[in-house]
């Protein structure tokens, strides 16, 4: 009996048939990952994320199966073709690879060998010799399809063109096309070799271990099958795809030589043609086409897990931060923002030529706008930068931090900066972006393309669709697991919550101009084309801080509150007495508020989310500073131990910024005192270690980096907070605001700073 899809994917993912089928409803039912994971774990029996995508991603790929099944049934049968036995076998096929080998016969096709041998009369000759027949002699029954007028000249002509028929129907052969696929996937072997005109060609030198190189297709890791494809891309490597030829032919001969005579013989050579000149050029196709998938995949997932935890940093919160994107050659811009980001000014210091100058002008600002963070972008200069600004005698309570600026760049130069910012140009909003990194790390980099961040693994290289679709997930899934705060945010961010997207984003944000802040979430339903569809989706992962009912700013979903409104009614309170008080919530009884829609794994949900309503998720904000001393790569010496941030996790190791501008590895061998299969289960994005240096190369300008007997941040207190340095969220009372000046004023006094060291 054939099984179901839901049967199918139950069995892969080892769950219930009846969690994949529920879950496939709500996603027909156009449900997004988010809200099921959170809002319906009663119908899923609490799947998460992955595997809710997982589900989504299969059930599609089977119903595109399922086309193409039937779209093959259909063609079939317009020739004539479709036999009972043909029809079951198509039906019964479970991969586009089956499907594709039983439809090879049928399939329209340009003029081939075979069919110019079948059209001078050579299919009986071949038939002859399929049969392999021990009375019969080749030479002899080919001498009767000599003719002149069709083009077979001689017995041999004959006996070529009946071969040629035999060759096509061996490559069309489903099964033997199988056998040889796996053949090909089991030992097929990469062999790459550089091309002649490329040895000495600088441009080729970053390929040198590829030069000759030779590794099994089954185990070679996702970045060198991409390294080895991009170089071929780019004509500096030959790639051949192989088994041995031996197995090969040793396949197709047990299956298709039948008798040790001279029709056999005719059999034997006709299968070593079918491979040399169709099958193995169509494997290794297909094999290129497969170990590309299962690299792209591999790359998208180490990508897609960089990328949330990055997405997911720690923020800073709502401060007051003067940014600065250094840059000594023309100067550092610098921009002071607000607690919500707002600009409210910008400037070009220029601390190398200029040291007073900028000096001045840095400490002006901190005064003026009673700042609380100074923020540094990690580019060309930063070093020195932080140095200069460490070095200025500035309030206590300021903190000093290295951001990493990976992708503000892009967003300065989008078309998203220009509608923010259409007055400034490039350079102010990039510093801007470094500024809002640090407040709030996900509400900035919803900006910025993800591919544009800088955690990615060959990104431009992996199919493009599939990735897209792998980092929106992502993206959404930290934004709604974080939730996004209404009236303050952005409509990029916006668009990323449950249900929502573009335009009711940006209908969300017209509303809001117009009508002013959102006093309850039931006022959404007043937006423009928000319809109860995506109220649903959407309303569980918006807050609204201010509104009269607190659980508005809650996780807890509207179509929950009758719920939590019969528990404070059973205790005789408020729902507000419900959020502030512990002793309260501890008297209430799950299961007798359980039903069909809420049952425990909700109500558990909610009382967590009364304990502490709209919690960020995000761990607890710190400071960081590199090693003392260390600018660049030349002061890097072996043995070393320094401070660092990990900006990449690959397959093969880590990538560390140690704060000379150019990233350390530490190679998986060097992550642990043991064996390690995934460096993620050491280290992740934006973690604090401790390295040591196992070597540098300055003229390639790398660096080995070892965690072995180095810190692993992240888990305890960083080293600088060790030392007394504190946590943003414990380093006192920010400064007192400065009182609101006349614009003409403070303009003059920042004019006669500038005038004195002119």
Not at 408 to 424: K, N
Not at 477 to 504: H, I, R
Not at 682 to 708: G, H, W, Y
Request: proline fraction near 4%; charged fraction near 30%.
């Amino acid at each position: 009996m054939k099984k179901t899809h839901f049967q199918i994917i139950a069995e892969e993912l080892s769950i219930r048939e009846q969690q994949v089928e529920a879950t496939v409803l709500l996603l027909d039912n156009d449900a997004t990952v988010p809200f099921i994971a959170r809002y319906r774990k009663e119908a899923t029996d609490s799947l998460d994320e992955v595997a809710i995508a997982q589900i989504r991603d299969r059930i599609a790929q089977l119903r595109d199966l399922d086309k193409r099944r039937e779209a093959i049934l259909k063609s079939i049968d317009e020739q004539g073709k479709l036999t009972d036995d043909l029809k079951k076998l198509i039906e019964a096929a479970q991969t586009m690879a089956q499907l594709e080998d039983l439809y090879l016969p049928y399939k329209p096709k340009r003029r081939t060998r075979a069919t110019i041998a079948r059209e001078k009369g050579l299919e009986p000759l071949a038939e002859l010799l399929w049969e392999q027949a021990a009375s019969t002699d080749p030479e002899t029954e080919a001498a009767a399809f000599i003719d002149a007028e069709k083009g077979v000249a001689n017995a041999d002509e004959a006996l070529a063109g009946a071969r040629d028929i035999l060759a096509e129907r061996i490559n069309e052969d489903s099964q033997a096309r199988t056998e040889i696929r796996e053949l090909f996937w089991e030992q097929g072997i990469y062999t790459t070799q550089v091309l002649p005109d490329k040895v000495k060609d600088p441009d080729a030198q970053k390929y040198k271990d590829y030069f000759e190189w030779t590794e099994p297709v089954k185990t070679a890791p996702s970045h060198r099958v991409l390294a080895m494809r991009r170089a071929e891309s780019e004509n500096i490597l030959s790639i051949d795809i192989s088994p041995s030829e031996e197995e090969a032919l040793m396949i197709l001969e047990k299956r298709f030589v039948k008798s040790h005579n001279p029709c056999g013989e005719q059999v034997k050579t006709a299968a070593k043609d079918a491979y040399k000149r169709l099958l193995k050029s169509s494997m290794e196709t297909e094999i290129r086409l497969l170990s590309k998938k299962q690299a792209d995949t591999e790359a998208i997932t180490v990508f897609a897990r960089n990328l949330k935890e990055l997405l997911l940093s720690s923020p800073m919160g709502q401060k007051r931060i003067l940014a600065i994107d250094p840059g000594f050659r023309t100067g550092c811009k610098v921009v002071c923002l607000d607690e919500q980001g707002k600009l409210l000014h910008n400037d070009v210091i220029y601390p190398d030529r200029r040291a007073s100058e900028a000096a001045q002008m840095v400490k002006f600002y901190c005064e003026k706008f009673a700042i609380q963070a100074i923020a540094i972008g990690n580019g060309t200069a930063s070093r020195e930068t932080e140095t200069f600004v460490r070095e200025l005698d500035l309030p206590s309570n300021i903190t000093v931090i290295m951001v990493n600026e990976s992708g503000a760049s892009v967003y300065s130069a989008s078309e998203v900066a220009r509608e923010e910012f259409p007055d400034h140009d490039i350079t102010v909003r990039g510093a801007v972006s470094i500024g809002r990194r640090l407040a709030d790390p996900l509400a900035e980099l919803v900006k910025i393309d993800p591919k544009s961040i800088g955690v990615g693994q060959y990104q431009h290289d992996v199919d493009q669709h599939q990735l897209k679709q792998s980092l929106d997930d992502v993206v959404m899934s930290c934004v709604n697991a974080v939730g996004v705060e209404v009236n303050t945010a952005s409509k990029q961010l916006l668009m990323y919550v449950s249900g929502l997207g573009p335009q009711l984003a940006q209908n969300i944000i017209d509303y809001r101009n117009q009508n002013g802040a959102f006093k309850s979430r039931s006022e959404l339903k007043k937006v423009p084309r928000l319809g109860d569809k995506a109220f649903e989706q959407a309303a569980g992962f918006l807050r609204i801080s201010n509104s009269e009912n607190p659980l508005d700013a809650s996780a807890v979903h509207p179509e929950s509150y009758p719920v939590v409104e019969a528990m404070a009614r059973d205790l005789g309170c408020a729902v507000k007495d419900l959020v502030q008080n512990d002793g309260l919530r501890a008297q209430i009884d799950l299961k007798k508020y359980a039903n069909e829609q809420f049952g425990l794994p909700t109500l558990r949900d909610i009382m967590q989310e009364l304990a502490k309503p709209g919690r960020d998720p995000r761990e607890q904000f710190e400071v960081f500073e590199f090693t003392a001393g260390i600018k660049e790569i030349e002061d890097v010496k072996v043995g070393m131990s320094l401070k660092g941030i990990i900006t990449n996790v690959t397959n093969f190791g880590a990538f560390v910024d140690i704060g000379v501008h150019h990233n350390g590895l530490i190679h998986i061998s060097h992550l642990a005192n043991r064996y390690v299969s995934d460096p993620n289960e050491i280290v992740k994005v934006n973690q604090k270690v401790e390295v040591t240096v196992l070597e540098v190369d300055l003229e390639r300008k790398r660096i080995a980096l070892s965690l072995v007997g180095g810190g692993q941040g992240g888990t305890q207190q960083s080293q600088s907070q060790s030392k007394g340095q504190k946590t943003a969220n414990q380093s006192g009372k920010p400064q007192k605001k400065q009182p609101v000046e006349e614009m003409d004023d403070w303009q003059s006094k920042l004019q006669a700073l500038k005038n004195k060291f002119k």
